[in-house]
């Protein structure tokens, strides 16, 4: 059964990244070098903050972030701002306002990125930001003038913009918070999947399929 938290060895439990290291012949790990480390650290956040009775769900995920990994900026960028769009519509007040600078950040990063022209936003982005108009006017109050270089934000913003969106929908007041963090989760794996080329591979373990594979394996390790 998945785990919140590390996990000394598989005997204690493990946690998402964990039985991902396990599965790839790394060293037993919540950081291993097989899965990008943001996408790492989203699937991290989603298993710790998902409920005990949700979590199992996760698994069938598990061997798909396996070598999905780049030193491309734009794979943090784009996967900080498909977090901070899943979170801020429903998000507490209280985050609204760093989850929609978030937001606004990564398009004009990737207008950068990309080559775009400057203020575009990609029609997720401007549903996301229609959902909290006036947050949305401050959050381009506050932005504007200001420049980031890609390696600082990837280094420091991205990080922060993926645990503010998964607290923030953690905590948020909807039906079905549990799905909504899977999902999150599932995009982003969908996304990085696309990048690297590897759309078209065998898709994750199916939850039948997950005992026979992991259970014995790590009992046995």
């Known amino acids: 059964m998945l785990g919140r938290g590390k996990h000394r060895n598989p005997k204690k439990g493990a946690c998402f990244m964990e039985l991902a290291s396990f599965l790839a012949g790394e060293r037993w790990s ?4 097989c899965t990008h480390p943001l996408l790492a650290m989203l699937a991290r956040a989603v298993n710790d ?6 979590r199992p769900q996760l698994a069938p995920l598990i061997p798909s972030v396996i070598g999905l990994t780049s030193d491309d900026p ?19 007040a209280d985050r609204q306002q760093t989850l929609a600078v978030a937001v606004i950040g990564a398009e004009r990063m990737l207008d950068t990125l990309d080559d775009r022209p400057d203020g575009t936003l990609s029609q997720a982005s401007v549903d ?9 006017d401050w959050a381009y109050r506050f932005c504007e003038g ?3 270089r890609p390696k600082r934000f990837v280094r420091d913003a991205a990080p922060s913009v993926v645990s503010t969106a998964v607290q923030g929908i953690s905590e948020a007041f909807v039906p079905d918070v549990d799905a909504r963090l899977r999902d999150l989760l599932r995009g982003a794996i969908e996304d990085a999947r ?10 994750a373990l199916r939850e039948e399929q997950w005992e026979d594979v992991v ?6 390790a």
């Open 30 to 33: 919540d950081h291993p070098q």
């Open 74 to 92: 734009r794979w943090d960028v784009r996967i900080a701002l498909r977090a901070a769009q899943a979170a801020l519509p429903v998000a507490p």
């Open 128 to 136: 996301a930001l229609e959902t909290a108009p006036k947050t949305t």
């Open 146 to 148: 200001t420049r980031v």
């Open 49 to 54: 903050l998902t409920s005990d009775r949700a």
């Open 194 to 203: 696309a990048w690297a080329g590897r759309s078209d591979d065998e898709p």
């Open 215 to 220: 259970r014995p394996a790590a009992v046995d």
